[in-house]
């Protein structure tokens, strides 16, 4: 009995993270460069509960869109901003 209710718990615990990133994407659904995440869900060894590995990112193309800002820079497929500090870092 003991092992079905921690395994329901863990199972549980999975399924509030899983929550908390999907609200974390709605949250951030319309920020300009915002990447979303999805949780990333195991099996415990012998199917007795569940338990979350972490957070994938998903890097995937976003809208361009036009700013008015003459500084706003964007970059069209796969590729990032390489940035140098001044001290050259």
Same mark, same amino acid.
């Given at each position: 009995?003991?092992?079905?209710?921690?395994?329901?718990? =863990?199972?549980?615990?999975?399924?509030?993270?899983?929550?908390?990133?999907?609200?974390?994407?709605?949250?951030?659904?319309?920020?300009?460069? !915002?990447?979303?995440?999805?949780?990333?869900?195991? =099996?415990?060894?012998?199917?007795?509960?569940?338990?979350?590995?972490?957070?994938?990112?998903?890097?995937?193309?976003?809208?361009?869109?036009?700013?008015?800002?003459?500084?706003?820079?964007?970059?069209?497929?796969?590729? !990032? !901003?390489?940035?140098?500090?001044?001290?050259?870092?």
């Amino acid at each position: 009995m003991i092992q079905g209710m921690g395994a329901a718990l =863990s199972g549980l615990r999975a399924y509030i993270n899983k929550t908390g990133t999907t609200a974390n994407n709605l949250a951030n659904l319309n920020t300009p460069g !915002f990447k979303r995440s999805d949780a990333v869900t195991a =099996s415990l060894k012998g199917n007795m509960g569940a338990t979350t590995q972490g957070a994938q990112t998903r890097h995937t193309q976003g809208a361009i869109v036009t700013t008015g800002n003459a500084m706003a820079m964007a970059v069209s497929g796969t590729a !990032f !901003f390489q940035v140098k500090t001044p001290n050259g870092a």
